[in-house]
């Protein structure tokens, strides 16, 4: 499994770049874009590829559309890149959301997941062995921060409360120890973003009680249902753009590669994708 993660910059991306990276995706996914007044919005959000980030609380929440335009590219280079001829590449989604590729004849078959936060989009991949079609692959990320008008210990107690809660008592425990706050904010959202990835992975949406997954990120143990998670992998990896940094989780059943993290500016590769997908 790899993952390729973009970073988007307003001021780098003009909209001579965003007008001929436009008839790259289908008709339905160039209507849903051109609904969007911010640029930044139609550039950054997957277009039609993306499966829903789950909004459990209103402290940890975004506005994620589905359709917009770098993340719909990412798995047409993909598959580009792996011999599919541009106008043989077809994507369909599961009855819960998540897309994967319908294109005939790829061999071994190619999972992937599409998420994003602020600035940065992801995608992971891999060979899909098992959950077809879809397959166990799942990515998330999140930029590092505390949700406006509140504090940190504040925003823990919200998605930790008995109504809503999605942290065990020991990862609780863990983001609440006596550390400055930075730290303290790079365990919260690596418990989130691996809970998160998890999910995705199995194409599961709202209602899997994120309390089942445990992640002791001192020890680096994780356990599903008091079970050790035999068998899953979960490749972190971080990103830093602008002073912001973000801290992301992929999760497979697959091997993982070593290396298996790029990085691409969203105008270097949007500038690919017109040279591989026009």
Not at 93 to 104: F, N, Q
Not at 233 to 258: M, P, T
Request: aromatic content about 10%; hydrophobic content about 40%.
């Amino acid at each position: 499994m790899q993952v390729w993660t973009i970073i988007y910059e307003k001021v780098d991306f003009p909209d001579s770049l965003y007008q001929s990276a436009l008839p790259l995706v289908d008709q339905a996914a160039q209507s849903k874009i051109k609904r969007f007044h911010r640029r930044e919005d139609a550039c950054r959000t997957p277009a039609s590829l993306s499966y829903p980030r789950i909004s459990r609380s209103d402290r940890v929440h975004l506005s994620f559309p589905k359709d917009l335009l770098i993340g719909g590219l990412l798995p047409r280079v993909l598959l580009r890149k792996r011999g599919v001829p541009k106008d043989a590449v077809a994507f369909a989604v599961t009855e819960s959301g998540k897309p994967y590729c319908t294109t005939p004849g790829i061999d071994p078959p190619i999972g992937f997941n599409v998420t994003h936060d602020e600035s940065v989009i992801a995608m992971a991949f891999g060979t899909g062995d098992l959950g077809p079609p879809a397959y166990t692959i799942g990515v998330d990320v999140m930029q590092l921060k505390v949700p406006p008008r509140t504090t940190f210990s504040e925003f823990v107690d919200v998605v930790s409360s008995q109504e809503s809660s999605e942290l065990t008592a020991l990862e609780r425990d863990i983001v609440l120890e006596d550390v400055p706050q930075g730290e303290a904010l790079r365990r919260f959202y690596w418990i989130w973003t691996l809970k998160e990835a998890y999910t995705k992975a199995l194409g599961i949406g709202l209602g899997f009680d994120f309390r089942r997954i445990q992640y002791n990120v001192l020890e680096e143990k994780v356990t599903i249902d008091d079970e050790p998670a035999r068998g899953w992998q979960f490749r972190k990896f971080e990103v830093a753009h602008s002073g912001n940094k973000y801290v992301g989780v992929a999760a497979s059943i697959n091997e993982l590669d070593e290396g298996s993290l790029v990085c691409y500016d969203a105008a270097s590769f949007v500038n690919r994708a017109i040279e591989e997908l026009g």
